[in-house]
T-cell receptor, first 112, second 114 residues
């Protein structure tokens, strides 16, 4: 049961442009959402999160938007840089991290 | 701080063999987790621990065992390896920040069962 879905396995953008990574979820009990970034041969690293009481959270070049009615969140990276090339996972939890569900990931490639 | 460390980085097992994946964190985190990531899939929780002496099952616990005798260590045991356990295994630990938690992941162990 894939409760968190990232329907785009890959995304390619030009350096300096905006990258938009999307994530959909099915469980209405999810109240906390996170984005992780993963480089090859490394573990995922936390990037940004958002609570369900907000619809936007910004941290430098990274902004996460949450649309609860559509059960959709997105990660915007602007401007995109070649160092942003990685796999991005979205994750969601309801109450605590003991039941966190991850999407399958989107591989972002930022071309110079 | 070394953060979360995992050994080995890569291992090949024969069907029916056993092995222990090691995980250690030096951040004094109470919560630790084991995930597996299959190709094209997200991470799935195998087991977790909320403190020394306490462990509990996650989403996909079958075929695995864990122990948590110390705060630092959280080994994952495979008793009878099966091809379905071919995966990349990630250990994580949690820092509590504000109202919610942020997980720190190790670099992963790639396991191939033939």
């Amino acid at each position: 049961d894939q409760q968190v879905k990232q329907n785009s396995p890959s995304l390619s953008v030009q350096e300096g442009r905006i990258s938009i990574l999307n994530c959909d979820y099915t469980n209405s009990m999810f109240d906390y959402f996170l984005w992780y970034k993963k480089y090859p041969a490394e573990g995922p690293t936390f990037l940004i999160s958002i609570s369900s009481i907000k619809d936007k959270n910004e941290d430098g070049r990274f902004t996460v938007f949450l649309n609860k009615s559509a059960k959709h969140l997105s990660l915007h990276i602007v401007p995109s840089q070649p160092g942003d090339s990685a796999v991005y996972f979205c994750a969601a939890s309801a109450g605590n991290n003991n039941d966190m569900r991850f999407g399958a990931g989107t591989r972002l490639t930022v071309k110079p | 701080n070394a953060g979360v460390t995992q050994t080995p980085k890569f291992r090949i097992l024969k069907i029916g063999q056993s092995m222990t994946l090691q995980c250690t964190q030096d951040m004094n985190h109470n919560y630790m987790y084991w995930y597996r990531q299959d190709p094209g899939m997200g991470l799935k929780l195998i087991y977790y621990s909320v403190g020394a002496g306490i462990t509990d099952k996650g989403e996909v616990p079958n075929g695995y065992n864990v122990s948590r005798s110390t705060t630092e260590d959280f080994p994952l045991r495979l008793e009878l390896a099966a091809p379905s356990q071919t995966s990349v295994y990630f250990c994580a630990s949690t820092r509590i920040s504000g109202n919610r938690e942020t997980q720190y992941f190790g670099p992963g162990t790639r396991l191939l069962v033939l």
